[in-house]
């Protein structure tokens, strides 16, 4: 099982990438589906991995925990991530140079073992729903590099600017937006238009 989604980013894969590598920005991508607990953080600075949980429709919740690895400039992150009580997936960012400063990210999972629940649960409508995350981490991902600098994140510094910063960091490999799948539909999660 391959579930995958792709969006044009405002920046080059260099400004993307930079954003995703560090830590603490992926912070700014979770919301009410994916509930961003403990970042795993290296004494250097790295993230080597993290733990979550993925809320589903009708109260439907999963543990997960990913793992990072590997992360080459600028355009590949990759890693791991182990869903409930069997369940390994396989996790990657492409950042594709798309011309004019721009990038095409694909965010791709493929599942490697699945355990009874989550073939269930795929089987059911999870495939759509997996789908619809990684169209709103895409949108939420897009936004957040369009925002305005200035709010302040991890060393005092300013977003805009740490963003930026070169950094041997890694990433966490999920992220979503409550608003629903804005790119590919520009429909949020209630089925209204977006502004």
Not at 84 to 96: I, K, N, P, Q, S
């Amino acid at each position: 099982m391959r579930i995958s989604a792709r969006r044009a980013l405002p920046v080059g894969p260099e400004e993307a990438f930079a954003f995703l590598i560090r830590p603490h920005n992926h912070r700014r991508l979770a919301t009410a589906r994916i509930a961003l607990g403990e970042l795993e953080v290296s004494d250097d600075g790295k993230l080597c991995g993290a733990r979550m949980v993925l809320r589903g429709p009708l109260r439907l919740s999963r543990p997960a925990r990913t793992r990072v690895i590997s992360a080459r400039r600028p355009g590949h992150l990759a890693g791991t991530a182990r869903v409930g009580a069997g369940t390994a997936v396989e996790v990657r960012w492409d950042l594709e140079d798309a011309g004019a400063g721009t990038t095409m990210a694909i965010l791709t999972a493929r599942a490697t073992r699945l355990a009874a629940p989550e073939r269930v649960l795929l089987a059911i409508g999870g495939q759509t729903w997996v789908r619809r995350l990684f169209e709103a981490t895409l949108e939420r991902l897009a936004t957040e590099l369009l925002q305005e600098p200035g709010r302040i994140c991890v060393a005092g510094r300013r977003e805009g600017q740490a963003w930026r910063l070169p950094t041997s960091s890694a990433l966490i490999l999920a992220g979503a937006d409550g608003r629903g799948v804005a790119a590919a539909t520009g429909r949020g999660g209630s089925g209204a238009p977006l502004p």
